[in-house]
T-cell receptor, first 113, second 111 residues
Framework: DAGITQSPRYKITETGRQVTLMCHQTWSHSYMFWYRQDLGHGLRLIYYSAAADITDKGEVPDGYVVSRSKTENFPLTLESATRSQTSVYFC????????????FGPGTRLTVT | KQEVTQIPAALSVPEGENLVLNCSFTDSAIYNLQWFRQDPGKGLTSLLLIQSSQREQTSGRLNASLDKSSGRSTLYIAASQPGDSATYLCAVIQGAQKLVFGQGTRLTINP
């Protein structure tokens, strides 16, 4: 148990709609991350956060927004969903930003029609 | 830009064999390297983490090595079992604890 939960686990939405994926952690992870996993591209970093109210872009941030008003929550919002955002999204945490490495949530499978 | 490559992309071996999975990276300025396992439709499970100052880590039948100067890591699995079938991912850890992943090796162990 990595102490990271994601909701919903599955989501189908239409092009142009706003959708928010939730990530909640109970281990006091200081660093948190959002990745997407796609065939042919592997896992790519979307956004990350070093602490509450501190966020930064990863490799593929366009079309996404994050916030971290509380340490335990790190929601990812797709402002206007596109079909290219159909993917599996993983939230991850690093307990202290130290050498423990990252722990991953179970993922959210998002389909944009 | 860091690039991580895993070879082979897929591997099928009979049960009981020892095997090696390879991971290479282009920029040796890494903090650590982490190996993960992913079962179909599931999340990632951390297997081993090697700090940049270490050369190897062991956990049960798994042994991971790291050679920063050559940009290589290997994951050795001893006495493979059908339950080891999964996709194995390596990732290098860079600044701000960001991970850069390889595309994975899909491993099948045949009974």
């Amino acid at each position: 148990d990595a102490g990271i939960t994601q909701s919903p686990r599955y989501k189908i939405t239409e092009t142009g709609r706003q959708v928010t994926l939730m990530c909640h952690q109970t281990w006091s992870h200081s660093y948190m991350f959002w990745y997407r996993q796609d065939l042919g591209h592997g896992l790519r970093l979307i956004y990350y956060s070093a602490a509450a109210d501190i966020t930064d872009k990863g490799e593929v941030p366009d079309g996404y927004v994050v916030s971290r008003s509380k340490t335990e929550n790190f929601p990812l919002t797709l402002e206007s969903a596109t079909r290219s955002q159909t993917s599996v999204y993983f939230c991850a945490g690093n307990p202290s930003g130290g050498p423990e490495g990252q722990y991953f949530g179970p993922g959210t499978r998002l389909t944009v029609t | 830009k860091q690039e991580v490559t895993q070879i082979p992309a897929a591997l099928s071996v009979p049960e009981g064999e020892n095997l090696v999975l390879n991971c290479s990276f282009t920029d040796s300025a890494i903090y650590n390297l982490q190996w993960f396992r992913q079962d179909p439709g599931k999340g990632l499970t951390s297997l081993l983490l090697i700090q940049s100052s270490q050369r190897e880590q062991t956990s049960g039948r798994l042994n991971a090595s790291l050679d920063k100067s050559s940009g290589r890591s290997t994951l050795y699995i001893a006495a493979s079992q059908p339950g080891d079938s999964a996709t194995y991912l390596c990732a290098v850890i860079q600044g701000a604890q960001k991970l850069v992943f390889g595309q994975g090796t899909r491993l099948t162990i045949n009974p």
